[in-house]
T-cell receptor, first 114, second 109 residues
């Protein structure tokens, strides 16, 4: 069990560019979550998957954001046409169904949009 | 009203004393409650969870839950400098966690 892995750790991009982040969950976990966290705030829910199915997406999430989990294992989060307001830590977490939502987080991807 | 509310602090506690962190939540249907510790620049780490009214102890940590008052707390006994961090309260709702903004705790040697 190597824990939740996220890549890259840091990403600096220019406004208007597209970025993609990857998350590899704990191997036996079938649920995968994406959260976003800005300085001084708690993590904010973006979306989650059970296996390959995306079950919920935050109403606050712009249509520039898309996430996939094609084979029910790793997931990608893409942000198109990035804006400065997208600068944040993007956190991935995984859990077991019926595990009472005990989420285990990866190290996160820190995005800076210049 | 925020769904999960915490005093943002900072909360300063002398080394060896008890640190008390509080959290209130708005959804009466919430079933599971969590405390995460987050060091600066790091991701949240699960340290305690509680599902039933009452107290749950794990080492120096005690989580307390009062569903009638919609209140969760975390006590840290014999506080150490390594306990200095932000503590996030999280509550389940619709199969996902909702987090508070966190309380920044500083242990003074």
């Amino acid at each position: 069990d190597t824990g939740v892995s996220q890549n890259p750790r840091h990403k600096i991009t220019k406004r208007g560019q597209n970025v993609t982040f990857r998350c590899d969950p704990i191997s036996e976990h079938n649920r995968l979550y994406w959260y976003r966290q800005t300085l001084g705030q708690g993590p904010e829910f973006l979306t989650y998957f059970q296996n390959e199915a995306q079950l919920e997406k935050s109403r606050l999430l712009s249509d520039r954001f898309s996430a996939e989990r094609p084979k029910g294992s790793f997931s990608t989060l893409e942000i198109q046409r990035t804006e400065q307001g997208d600068s944040a830590m993007y956190l991935c977490a995984s859990s077991l169904t019926g595990g009472n939502e005990k989420l285990f987080f990866g190290s996160g991807t820190q995005l800076s949009v210049l | 009203q925020k769904e999960v509310e915490q005093n943002s602090g900072p909360l300063s506690v002398p080394e060896g004393a008890i640190a008390s962190l509080n959290c209130t939540y708005s959804d009466r249907g919430s079933q599971s409650f969590f405390w995460y510790r987050q060091y600066s620049g790091k991701s949240p780490e699960l340290i305690m969870f509680i599902y039933s009214n009452g107290d749950k102890e794990d080492g120096r940590f005690t989580a307390q839950l009062n569903k009638a008052s919609q209140y969760v707390s975390l006590l840290i006994r014999d506080s150490q400098p390594s306990d200095s961090a932000t503590y996030l309260c999280a509550v389940t709702g619709n199969e996902k966690l909702t987090f508070g903004t966190g309380t920044r705790l500083t242990i003074i040697p």
